[in-house]
């Protein structure tokens, strides 16, 4: 077990990525809190856990609200105890073109994707200093990365990987240690509505991964285990892309997001 006796405390765990971490976090040993914005995601998360014999503590908690942050630390440190893991997940992107959207989706964008992050890491940081100990893993994207679209939403997740150098660097003396995932396309709820508009998105998106799939909720989730566990004592302040090598270059992609001239099939959005 790669992380008995810890607590973590899994934001956006109510379904896709923030769920499978949260599952894979309990079967490595941990007492998850599991966060959300709405209950029954998490409830249902928290409930497969006990299922499959893990602690797990539902908590309502909308991450963009300082005082709903600061509540769902203190029940976390009620029932379990200090917090030793943080992962920033929740999240979500609104609006594509700086141009099109208007100021209100700017803010949105970065209240949910970057504000949270400091909202959340503010709550637990001093326990972990106070300790001596810590791991928190952010969850950005390859949109934080290079320039794919979804501009407020790859900005905010930039601006993650600064926030968590500086944290690095800054408690990195303290033993807090503070890394990011950074996936490409992930299977996950969040993709909903595209695939409303087109139901093979994924199978068009396939052609931009050079290891021939897009990502499972796992594949990141095995990331995330391994930066907040032991394993990576010496790690701290990097970005792991978790994107079956996009971001070593994909021809295809760049052929798709310069207009698709030689695609036969309509360019894909850059989402993710
Ligand atoms: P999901 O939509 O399945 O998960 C996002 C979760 O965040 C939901 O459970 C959602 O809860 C929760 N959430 C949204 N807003 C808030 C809020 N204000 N407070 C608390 N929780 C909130 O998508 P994913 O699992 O795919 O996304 C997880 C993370 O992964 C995000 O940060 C996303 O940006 C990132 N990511 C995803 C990629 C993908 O292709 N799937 C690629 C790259 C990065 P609710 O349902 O109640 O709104």
């Not at 769920?19 to 309990?26: N, T, Y």
């Not at 998360?45 to 709903?68: K, M, N, P, S, W």
């Not at 909720?217 to 907040?228: G, H, I, R, T, Y």
Request: hydrophobic share 45%; glycine share 12%; proline share 4%.
């Amino acid at each position: 077990m790669r992380l008995s006796g810890k607590i973590a405390v899994v934001t956006g765990a109510g379904s896709g990525i923030g769920r499978a971490i949260a599952q894979r976090f309990a079967a490595e040993g941990a007492r998850v809190v599991v966060a959300g914005r709405t209950r029954p995601g998490i409830e249902e998360t928290a409930r497969a856990i006990d299922a499959a014999g893990g602690e797990a503590l539902a908590v309502v908690c909308d991450v963009t609200d300082a005082a709903a942050v600061t509540h769902a630390i203190a029940r976390a440190n009620e029932v379990f105890g200090p917090v030793d893991i943080l992962v920033n997940n929740a999240g979500g992107s609104f609006g594509d073109d700086i141009l099109t959207f208007d100021e209100d989706t700017w803010d949105r964008n970065f209240d949910l994707v970057l504000k949270s992050v400091y909202l959340c890491c503010r709550e637990v940081l001093p326990q972990m200093i106070a300790r001596g100990s810590g791991a928190i893993v952010n969850i950005g994207s390859v949109n934080g990365l290079t320039g794919i679209g979804e501009e407020a939403y790859g900005a905010a997740k930039a601006g993650m990987i600064n926030l968590t150098q500086n944290m690095a660097m800054k408690y990195g003396p303290h033993g807090v240690r503070a890394n990011v995932v950074a996936p490409g396309t992930i299977r996950t709820p969040i993709w909903n509505e595209r695939l409303a508009e087109r139901p093979n998105v994924f199978e068009a998106l396939t052609a931009w991964y050079p290891l021939g799939r897009v990502g499972e909720p796992e594949d990141v989730a095995n990331a995330a285990l391994f930066l907040a566990s032991d394993e990576a004592s010496w790690i701290t302040g990097v970005t792991l892309p978790v994107d079956g090598g996009l971001l070593a270059g994909s021809y295809r992609m760049n052929v798709d997001l310069s207009g698709g001239a030689t695609s036969q099939q309509a360019p894909v959005s850059s989402r993710e």
